[in-house]
């Protein structure tokens, strides 16, 4: 168990809402991630931080903003949720920047109608 | 442009019997790091072996072993003595760049493994 927790874990929401999804982490771990997979496709990296207020995108950013306040949590904002952000969101964690293994959270399984 | 790729979307064995589930990247710097998950049909993503760029042996984790062949750039995941628990989707993925750590991984393999 590597100490990651979701929430919430399953969303449904209408399109044009806000929403932020939040990752929590009790290892004190520099690097955190934020990840979304959809049929088809392996997981596809939206941001990640590598330490309080540092944030940078990844893949697929764009209508997805980050913020990073405590080193404990990591937070994904959907502005205004499209049917197309859909999906389920992972949150990693890696002690070392990815240099070995990046530990994932349970998912948040989001619909947008 | 890194990229990871797996070719085979289903595959089937025996169980007890050893399987290859094929990955195959392209990254243009020497340093990376290649990984393998597991996803059951739960949804949670679980790490099972990694392999750095400069690592001279296969590594090896319980009944896991990632054959790395540097020259053809692969990565297979070798499972020896298959078990039910097995069955689930896999995917391969590589270490983008030093800094942070981004992963980019393949579609994954679909592993069923038969009684």
């Known amino acids: 168990d590597a100490g990651i927790t979701q929430s919430p874990r399953h969303k449904v929401t209408e399109t044009g809402t806000p929403v932020t999804l939040r990752c929590h982490q009790t290892e004190n771990h520099r690097y955190m991630y934020w990840y979304r997979q959809d049929p088809g496709h392996g997981l596809r990296l939206i941001h990640y931080s590598y330490g309080v207020k540092d944030t940078d995108k990844g893949e697929v950013s764009d209508g997805y903003s980050v913020s990073r306040s405590k080193t404990e949590d990591f937070l994904l904002t959907l502005e205004s949720a499209t049917s197309s952000q859909t999906s389920v969101y992972f949150c990693?964690?890696?002690?070392?920047?990815?240099?070995?293994?990046?530990?994932f959270g349970p998912g948040t399984r989001l619909t947008v109608t | 442009a890194q990229k990871i790729t797996q070719t085979q979307p289903g595959m089937f064995v025996q169980e007890k019997e050893a399987v290859t589930l094929d990955c195959t990247y392209d990254?243009?710097?020497?340093?990376?790091?290649l990984f393998w998950y597991k996803q059951p049909s739960s949804g949670e993503m679980i790490f099972l072996i990694y392999q750095g760029s400069y690592d001279q042996q296969n590594a090896t984790e319980g009944r896991y072993s990632l054959n790395f062949q540097k020259a053809r750039k692969s990565a297979n995941l070798v499972i020896s003595a298959s078990q039910l628990g097995d069955s689930a989707m896999y995917f391969c993925?590589?270490?983008?760049?030093?800094?942070?750590?981004?992963?980019?991984f393949g579609q994954g393999t679909e592993l069923s493994v038969k009684p």
């Open positions: 993925a590589m270490r983008e760049g030093r800094l942070g750590g981004k992963l980019i």
């Open positions: 990254t243009s710097d020497p340093s990376y790091g």
């Open positions: 990693a964690i890696s002690p070392t920047g990815g240099t070995y293994e990046q530990y």
